[in-house]
Each structure stands twice: as C-alpha cells, then as structure tokens.
C-alpha cells in the first residue's frame, strides 16, 4: 500500500514556463512533507520542505503548496530551467509517530529548450 | 563541510556472495537512514537508527541482511547471500535528532549481482 503518490512517471516543460509536480498521500498522520531531486549515479538532493500547519513555502523559484483536505501538495518551479531535468521524489514523515520518511515512485522532468 | 560518504560506489558480485557497504554520516547527524532503491522507484526505507541503536528496521529482511552502527557514528550494511533480486541502489542518508527536519543523502552504492 502506498502511502505516497505521485501518480505521473514524467513530465515534459519548456523552459522558462512553470513545471508543476504532483504528489497524492494517503496517511493523515503525515505532518512533514520534502521534494528531493535526483540527477542519475547521484543521491537524492533536499529541495524544499513544508510542515503540515502551512500551506505554502516558497524558496526563489521553488514553492511547495499543501492542501491537506485533499491530502495533495504540489511542486511549483518557474522558471523552469534546463539543470532542473531530473526525477523529482516526494515524501513525507510523521514526527509524533515514528518519524521514518516515506517516498514517492518519482516524477521525471524534461525541461525541453 | 562533507556530506553523507558511502563506499564502495559500485560492486558487482556473484550471487551467494556476500558483500558489504559503508557509510560515514554528516558530523552531529544522529540518525542515520539506510534505503534500497530499485529501478523506477522511490528509496525504501531498511532501517534507522537514532546514534548506535537501530529504532526501525521492520522492512529488513533479516534472513540475509544486517546492519550496524558501532559507537553511533559510521554504518555498515551487510548481505549474506547475496540473491539477484538484491540488485539496486543502496542509500545512506543521515539527520538531526530533531523531528520534522530533511535528511542528506549519499551518493549510494550501486549494486549488481549477477
């Protein structure tokens, strides 16, 4: 059972328009969510978190949004750049229980020129 | 200041072999975080541990995999035999102790068994 969604394998942008990465979770104890971003024969790099009592973070061009209601939080990256292609992992922890972080399948982004 | 450093960054071996990886956390990083990551997939968590003592480990499979951190500071995993369903990327990452805050990651060890 996934506990972490993100239901596009991949995702194809110009560059300089926005790229915008889905995530679906199914545990309402999540209360910690993070966007890491992997280049091939790397580990996965921290991007950007939000904790459960926001509903938006934004870092220059990455914002992060959370609905919890609809247990759904997105990636917004504009401009898009051609070093932002790579696969983009959301996951999410729950600190009052055990605290272990849980990813996503993934979502590869092509910034197309 | 140096990341989370993992060694070797490949190995082949054959099946029924045993084989063995490390890791050095970033300094000051109590927990430390082993995951399996298979082709097309997100990490999979192994195991935890909060300095020596390992607080999670339901997801290793304990009949061919072992793990240890002596004095809370480097990390070994460890499969004996290897099986050819073991190939993947194993990942080290580390964190404070504090919750709600992002884990580093190494660079992985890439693992085929053939």
């Known amino acids: 059972d996934q506990q972490v969604k993100q239901n596009s394998p991949s995702l194809s942008v110009q560059e300089g328009r926005i790229s915008i990465l889905n995530c679906d979770y199914t545990?309402?104890?999540?209360?910690?969510f993070l966007w890491y971003k992997k280049y091939p024969a790397e580990g996965p790099t921290f991007l950007i978190s939000?904790?459960?009592?926001?509903d938006k973070n934004e870092d220059g061009r990455f914002t992060v949004f959370l609905n919890k209601s609809a247990k759904h939080l997105s990636l917004h990256i504009v401009p898009s750049q051609p070093g932002d292609s790579a696969v983009y992992f959301c996951?999410?922890?729950?600190?009052?229980?055990?605290?272990?972080?849980?990813f996503g399948k993934g979502t590869r982004l092509h910034i197309l020129p | 200041e140096a990341g989370v450093v993992q060694s070797p960054r490949y190995k082949i071996i054959e099946k029924k072999q045993p084989v063995a990886f490390w890791c050095n956390p970033i300094s000051g990083h109590n927990t430390l975080y082993w995951y399996r990551q298979n082709l097309g997939q997100g990490p999979e968590l192994l195991i935890r541990y909060e300095n020596e003592e390992a607080v999670d480990d339901s997801q290793l499979p304990k009949d061919r995999f072992s793990a240890e951190r002596l004095k809370g500071v480097d990390s070994t995993l460890k499969i004996q035999p290897a099986e050819l369903g073991d190939s993947a990327v194993y990942l080290c990452a580390s964190s404070l102790p504090t919750g709600n805050t992002e884990a580093f990651f190494g660079q992985g060890t890439r693992l085929t068994v053939v």
């Open positions: 545990n309402s104890m999540f209360d910690y």
């Open positions: 996951a999410a922890s729950a600190w009052n229980r055990d605290d272990k972080i849980i």
């Open positions: 939000i904790s459960s009592i926001k």
